[in-house]
């Protein structure tokens, strides 16, 4: 069965950086893109990009644009995603998802929190 | 960069009842690519339903999807105890792939 399992929880001071790892299990990790999503506190889903395992071809989310890259690594079915210079509202629980043939996320992992706090 | 609006955003009802969600894009969903989900506290946000109204896996068929354009609509015919949760809407037609804001559906 697919299953997408997440790093830990990280806790960042203001200005660092952070690196969200999600481990792909169950599937052909080449043929399909993983999503990357947060959600703060209390709030709604967002979107902040997409990548395609089988050629790393990205799409952000122009609000994140030069602060978050993502990443795969196919020898170890992982992607990554990057966020830099952050700040207390980049406080957040970071899911992974991979999609259907580049359409919707499906099969989600099981989220990462960070909290970015002086 | 297309907004969804969701209403209303809390829904208090009992169990055994219809729940009717509403998602209003701000401009036309290309080929109705939108897709509802379904959350828990605590929890990843569980796929319903794909292209407007395909249910996915394994979802019971009290759950159904419709709409075209830029109106769409999540029915839950019977509300069982373990719908209670938040929904979320999500149109993947076009970047950025946006999500509405939400509707709560709690146990009146």
């Known amino acids: 069965q697919v299953q997408l399992v997440q790093s830990g929880a990280e806790v960042k001071k203001p200005g660092a950086s952070v690196k969200v790892s999600c481990k792909a299990s169950?599937?052909?990790?080449?043929?399909?893109?993983i999503t990357w999503v947060r959600q703060a506190p209390g709030q709604g889903l967002e979107w902040m990009g997409w990548i395609s395992a089988y050629n790393a071809n990205t799409n952000y989310a122009q609000k994140l644009q030069g602060r978050v890259t993502m990443t795969t690594d196919t020898s170890t079915s992982t992607a990554y995603m990057e966020l830099r210079s952050l700040r207390s509202d980049d406080t957040a629980v970071y899911f992974c998802?991979?999609?259907?043939?580049?359409?919707?996320?499906?099969?989600w992992g099981q989220g990462t929190l960070v909290t970015v706090s002086s | 960069e297309i907004v969804l609006t969701q209403s209303p955003g809390t829904l208090s009802l009992s169990p055994g009842e219809r729940a009717t969600l509403s998602c209003r894009a701000s401009q036309s969903v290309t080929s109705s690519y939108l897709a509802w989900y379904q959350q828990k506290p605590g929890q990843a946000p569980r796929l319903l339903i794909y292209g407007a109204s395909s249910r996915a896996t394994g979802i019971p068929d009290r759950f159904s999807g419709s709409g075209s354009g830029t109106d769409f609509t999540l029915t839950i015919s019977r509300l069982e105890p373990e719908d209670f949760a938040v929904y979320y809407c999500?149109?993947?037609?076009?970047?950025?792939?946006?999500f509405g804001q939400g509707t709560k559906v709690e146990i009146k």
């Open positions: 998802a991979r999609d259907h043939y580049g359409d919707y996320p499906k099969y």
């Open positions: 999500q149109q993947y037609g076009s970047s950025p792939r946006t």
């Open positions: 169950g599937y052909t990790f080449t043929n399909y893109g």
